[in-house]
C-alpha cells in the first residue's frame, strides 16, 4: 500500500496560465476528495468522487476549476485561467466506503497535497 | 451545516507538560468527529475518530479525547508532551447527507513544544 500520491508537489505559474493535478488514491479505495488549505486555515471541501461519478461540489469550485474521475481510478484537477488567489495547498484522500450514497464514518487519507503558487 | 470551532490558534507547552487543544463542535445530528495532525509539508494524519461507540477514544502517539455531548465538545488530551508531537493539529466532524460523505475541518491548532 503505497497511499495517497499527488503529483506535482509544487507548482509555480503566472497568472492566467493554466495548471493540472493529478491524484491517485489508495488502490480500492472508491471514493476520493479534493480539498483546498490556504496559510492559517484547516482544509476546505471542494469536490468527491464515488468511483468516476462526482457527486458533489462546493461552491468554492468556481467554473475555472474542473476535476474528473474518467476510470474510478486516478483525478485531475485542473484550473483554467490562474488567479491569485488560487495560491494554496491542494489535497487529495481517499476512503475505502461505497456505496454510493451511502453514508461513511468520514475517515480520509490524505496525500501529500500538490502547493500553487501564481505570481 | 455542521462546524467547528478550535480555540487557540498556537498553543505552547514544554516538554512532558499536559497537551490540551480544545474542539467544539455545532451538529444538528450525532457527529462523528475526528482529529488529524499535519507535520510540516506533509499531508494529514488520522489521530484518533469517534463515532458513537465509546465517549473515550485513544488514538496514536498516546493522544486521547472525549466526546462530551452536554458540552459539545472533544478536546484532546495527552498526559506528556513530547517533541516530536509539535505540528498543527485539525478537529473536524463528519457531514452526512443522502449523498455526502465528507469532512468539516477546524481552522488548526499550532502546537508547539519546549524544553
Known amino acids: 500500500d503505497t497511499g495517497v500520491s499527488q503529483n506535482p508537489r509544487h507548482k509555480i505559474t503566472k497568472r492566467g496560465q493554466n495548471v493540472t493535478f493529478r491524484c491517485d488514491p489508495i488502490s480500492e479505495h472508491n471514493r476520493l476528495y479534493w480539498y483546498r488549505q490556504t496559510l492559517g486555515q484547516g482544509p476546505e471541501f471542494l469536490t468527491y468522487?464515488?468511483?468516476?461519478?462526482?457527486?458533489?461540489k462546493s461552491r468554492l469550485l468556481s467554473d475555472r476549476f474542473s476535476a474528473e474521475r474518467p476510470k474510478g481510478s486516478f483525478s485531475t484537477l485542473e484550473i483554467q485561467r490562474t488567479e491569485q488567489g488560487d495560491s494554496a495547498m491542494y489535497l487529495c484522500a481517499s476512503s475505502p466506503f461505497g456505496p454510493p450514497n451511502s453514508f461513511g464514518t468520514g475517515e480520509l487519507f490524505f496525500g501529500e497535497g500538490s502547493r500553487l503558487t501564481v505570481l | 451545516a455542521q462546524s467547528v470551532t478550535q480555540l487557540g490558534s498556537h498553543v505552547s507547552v514544554s516538554e512532558g507538560a499536559l497537551v490540551l487543544l480544545r474542539c467544539n463542535y455545532s451538529?444538528?445530528?450525532?457527529?462523528?468527529l475526528f482529529w488529524y495532525v499535519q507535520y510540516p509539508n506533509q499531508g494529514l494524519q488520522l489521530l484518533l475518530k469517534?463515532?458513537?461507540?465509546?465517549?473515550l477514544v485513544k488514538g496514536i502517539n498516546g493522544f486521547e479525547a472525549e466526546f462530551k455531548k452536554s458540552e459539545t465538545s472533544f478536546h484532546l488530551t495527552k498526559p506528556s508532551a513530547h517533541m516530536s508531537d509539535a505540528a498543527e493539529y485539525f478537529c473536524?466532524?463528519?457531514?452526512?447527507?443522502?449523498?455526502?460523505?465528507?469532512?468539516?475541518f477546524g481552522t488548526g491548532t499550532r502546537l508547539q513544544v519546549t524544553l
Open positions: 473536524a466532524v463528519s457531514e452526512h447527507t443522502g449523498t455526502a460523505s465528507k469532512l468539516t
Open positions: 451538529s444538528s445530528v450525532p457527529p462523528y
Open positions: 468522487f464515488q468511483n468516476e461519478a462526482q457527486l458533489e
Open positions: 469517534y463515532t458513537s461507540a465509546a465517549t
